[in-house]
């Protein structure tokens, strides 16, 4: 699982029937410099199937590959990635140094 930023929504001109209900996300993921606040995240941004109802600027815990269609098991479901978590605080102390 990975800490992602919530940067937009997915608009679908056309959805299947089979797919569950939910929305589709655009988030960043972020790094260790994003989460203490120096940087905004990696470069890349994914696309999240979302049934919790995460709003654009939440922070989001993304489950990707092969676990990512696991909740809708024994059902198929084509996601790569979708939002298993809404997080409320994120508290991160980088280790300036190694310890001895």
């Not at 299947?16 to 209900?21: K, M």
């Not at 995460?54 to 098991?73: H, K, N, Q, T, Y």
Request: aromatic share 8%; hydrophobic share 45%.
């Amino acid at each position: 699982m990975r800490i992602a930023k919530v940067v937009g929504k997915v608009t679908l001109v056309r959805q299947l029937e089979e797919l569950p209900a939910g929305t589709y996300l655009l988030v960043r993921p972020m790094n260790r410099g994003s989460l203490v606040g120096l940087n905004d995240g990696s470069d890349e941004s994914h696309v999240v199937y979302d049934s919790l109802a995460a709003r654009e600027d939440d922070l989001i815990g993304m489950v990707e590959g092969r676990e990512a269609a696991a909740p809708f098991w024994p059902g198929k479901v084509p996601f790569n990635a979708y939002n298993a978590c809404i997080l409320e605080q994120v508290n991160f102390q980088p280790v300036l140094e190694m310890p001895r």
